[in-house]
């Protein structure tokens, strides 16, 4: 049976009255319809019978909310905005209601101190389905998985255990100062590389060198994945789930190649190694390191290793958590001595006053270095390198100062606000060490009563990093060797005048500094060579 419109044939048996695409896309609107007819009319509301308002916010649209007013980069800055609205802003995705804590306060009060209902995280299907990141500590909902997860990275990472490493990034500092010291003009690439040997030296017992780069190849691939997809909750396929009956290529090309890469980049980072080194275990051949003690730990006698998702699942988190932002972080670092050339004299002055130009700083030297210790504070303050926190997720309905917040409600923690908040750091555009530090009794030391951005640059709660520990003591002995051994200033133009990199920072989970240039001069021929002279062999 045959018809024709406007004369045109078509047909019911054979002939398609719309096209596959325009099939597909019908379905999606169906769908989204359908989903959000469903969740706003027949699922049965939240109980909330006091009445009480959601947290005030912007004014969205119907059935979009404020999906369309929020950016496709620095969600961070957009949410700092909206701090108009108060300390926590309410606002609606498609439906799905989420909030944003915008000072310390706040998100301490719901994460920290009713951590039982507010340590879940939001289903990213995008991400899981797509890009390969499921059971993944750092990102997974709460459940006996991230327990136990959580439980083994916390032996490893523990404030106690942490102690152990510090010859290992005592280590990887040189390396990284010894390897800029002969080129220096790659110390971006050089601060990425040293933070992923730090990672994979700990956890695998294997080198990573300029010549054996291959994790650091393996992390690109997730880290662009990331930052390719949509904060959590802002993608379709996140809100209405039905949707990923769709292939990965419905969703873009440029996205679907993204994720297809940081799926093939997670199995190689968490299968490939783990089974590796099980084989070694077994062959008694292993390596000392963190994944082969979890082996040990969990291995039978019939050669099984339970949990063994779990296990080989930390991997992928330890890298994308350790070695990004410590890389961010020490970028940042460098960007902000170039620009601020007294308050490297300054931190250089303290470091030679103690060590007396004689050896190389240790771990041990860091706390008594006050100057340092200010930087490396304000260094995690003027530029966070996570400045929107993973996204937390309620899983009971609660109330705060007199706000109704449902179960189901996606929980944002601006850091970005956090570390701007002008009451709690006076002048926060402005690299400041100072602000950390008070005299007393002649001396210098570190104020107690200015908030300490570790408070929230890694984290609240339940979900807190459980690699700080770790990141604060490689950080602090990294910069400590850096001041030690170069001289860091600004390239200059054909008249003599600085070159001012661009400080607008590249958007994604972690933020680092654009590539930028600055020049690393030796202080001194002593220290080089007691730096090339105790490299590790």
């Known amino acids: 049976m045959s018809y024709t419109v406007e004369g045109r044939p078509i047909g019911l048996a054979g002939d398609r009255i ?48 404020n999906s369309l007013q929020l950016p496709r980069s620095k969600l961070w800055v957009k949410f700092f905005e909206w701090t108009i609205y108060g300390d926590i802003v309410g606002i609606s995705l498609m439906g799905k209601k989420a909030v944003v804590l915008n000072t310390y306060e706040t998100a301490s009060q719901l994460l920290n101190r009713r951590g039982a209902i507010y340590s879940s995280r939001p289903v990213r299907i995008l991400t899981t389905k797509y890009g390969g990141q ?17 439980k083994l990275m916390n032996q490893f990472f523990g404030p106690g255990t942490v102690k152990s490493y510090n010859g290992l990034l005592t280590k990887h500092a040189r390396l990284f100062a010894s390897w800029t010291l002969e080129n220096p003009s790659q110390f971006q690439f050089y601060t990425r590389l040293a933070g992923t040997a730090n990672i994979i030296d700990l956890m695998f017992g294997e080198e990573v060198t300029p010549q054996k780069r291959i994790w650091l190849d393996r992390l690109d691939d997730i880290m662009r994945g990331l930052a390719a997809s949509p904060p959590p909750g802002t993608h379709p396929v ?32 968490n299968d490939g190694p783990f089974q590796r080194v099980k084989q070694d275990v077994v062959a008694g051949v292993a390596v000392p390191s963190m994944v082969s003690s979890m082996i040990r730990e969990y291995m039978g006698a019939d050669g099984l290793v339970t949990h063994e998702k779990d296990i080989s699942g930390i991997t992928g988190a330890a890298l994308m958590a350790g070695a ?27 470091i030679d006053d103690f060590l007396h130009g004689e050896r190389l700083p240790v771990m041990e030297d860091i706390d008594s270095l006050c100057y340092l210790q200010a930087i490396i504070k304000e260094t995690t303050r003027w530029k966070p390198v996570a400045p929107l926190a993973l996204t937390h997720s309620l899983t009971q309905d609660d109330e705060y100062n007199g706000m109704f917040l449902p179960a189901g409600t996606m929980v944002y923690p601006n850091i970005w606000s956090m570390a ?70 600004l390239p200059k133009d054909k008249d003599g005048l600085p070159i001012i990199p661009d400080l607008d920072y590249e958007s994604g989970i972690v933020s680092h500094p654009k590539p930028f240039q600055c020049i690393f001069t030796p202080r001194s021929e002593n220290l080089s060579k007691l730096l090339l002279h105790n490299l590790p062999e």
């Open 18 to 65: 719309v096209s596959p695409t325009q099939a597909i896309c019908l379905g999606v609107v169906s769908l989204y319809l359908l989903s959000f007819i469903t969740r706003h009319f027949i699922v049965r509301a939240s109980s909330n019978p006091k009445g009480l308002p959601f947290p005030p916010g912007p004014t969205g649209v119907p059935f979009f909310g």
């Open 134 to 150: 499921a059971g993944t500590v750092s990102t997974s909902p709460y459940n006996e998985s991230v327990v136990l997860q959580r």
């Open 238 to 269: 996140d809100i209405f789930p039905s949707l990923s009956v769709f292939p990965g290529w419905f969703w873009g090309a440029k996205l679907n190649k993204a994720m297809a890469e940081m799926k093939s980049a997670f199995m190689k980072v």
């Open 324 to 350: 990004d932002t410590t890389a961010a972080t020490v970028d940042t670092f460098i960007l902000a001595m170039a620009l601020h050339p007294e308050s490297q004299k300054k931190a250089q002055q303290e």
């Open 420 to 489: 701007y908040n002008s009451q709690e750091y006076p002048n926060s555009t402005k690299f400041e060490p100072g602000r950390f530090i008070e005299e007393h009794d002649g001396h210098a030391r570190l104020r107690k009563n200015v908030l300490d951005p570790t408070e929230f640059i890694f984290g609240f709660g339940r979900r807190i990093c459980p690699g700080r520990h770790f990141a604060v003591k490689s950080v602090g002995i990294t910069l400590a060797t850096i001041l030690t051994i170069f001289d860091i200033s």
